[in-house]
């Protein structure tokens, strides 16, 4: 069986298309209809009138976001156990407590959080908005959560007194990166521009000629005059840079930052998935109107690119 063929035909069959998010494999950014960061997808899933299935080869988070969004077409995320780290850190009970210790201060929360504690926050943000999301609201101070570096980022950016929940919150992926590997490429390609997600530590940001999300990246890549980058950020991402710039040159900031959690969704997962309708996500309300409030007083903001 030629798997690839397949796919591609069980989904016209089913009016199902394909969502792959910056950092799966290669070959499953291949079969994708469209490929990008958690919001860009979601949102072109929203504009997919036509389309009843939505495979989204993505994590927990980003399939949930996608089903609270369109909650009229079943979302499959091909891997059960494709669950980011770093969304589990925070939980209903940690944000009640920070809640109960701070009850005047607004609540912003990263989109890569489950939907229950979405549902809790007062508006989502992504790596490309968090700081013009923050700069929205009236307060100078901001509970912000779970990711602690894009907190610290944003509160470099916009002066206000950023309060990170949980107090450690972090993506194990990002905090792979370190300044000596950045030292040892930029010694080999001494011309190339280093790009860091604010997801990476201050150490790896402050040495950087880019910080943004990673379709911030791909923008930067593309309209830079420069023919040569180093990349901190998941190592996906360099497939779509490469293949979107093929006269320039990548390099990951490290060789083994993987997402295993993104990593999960094989094309064999994903031929399963929408053979057999498998692994649909659902969001109960009142979780999902609840979180949905939060996503769209996000979307009102600015036009936002992910993360
Ligand atoms: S790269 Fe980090 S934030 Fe993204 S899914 Fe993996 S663990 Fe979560």
Known sequence: ??????????????????????????????????????????????????????VFAAVDFMAESAAILNPDKKVLLPSLGARCPMAQMLTVEEIKRWRTLYPLVPLVLYVNTLAAAKAYCDICCTSANAVEVIESIEAETVLFGPDRNLAEYVQEKTGKTIIPIPERGFCPTHLLFHPEDVHVLRAQHPDALLMVHPEC?????????????????????????????????????????????????????????VCPNMKLNTLERIYISLKEEKHAVKVPDPIASKARKALERMFEIKNPVGT
């Open 1 to 54: 069986m030629d798997i690839v063929n397949e796919i591609l035909r069980i989904k016209k069959e089913k009016k199902a298309i394909i969502l792959a998010h910056n950092y799966q494999r290669p070959e499953v950014q291949d079969i994708a209809d469209y490929v990008g960061d958690s919001i860009e997808l979601s949102r072109k899933a929203m504009e997919e009138k036509d389309a009843e299935i939505i």
């Open 201 to 257: 530590t201050a150490e790896m940001r402050r040495i950087a000629d880019f910080v943004g999300s990673t379709s911030q990246m791909c923008k930067y890549a593309s309209s830079s005059p420069a023919k040569s980058f180093i990349v901190a950020t998941e190592e996906g991402l360099l497939h779509r840079l490469k293949k979107d710039n093929p006269d320039k040159h990548f390099y990951i900031a490290y060789e083994g930052a």
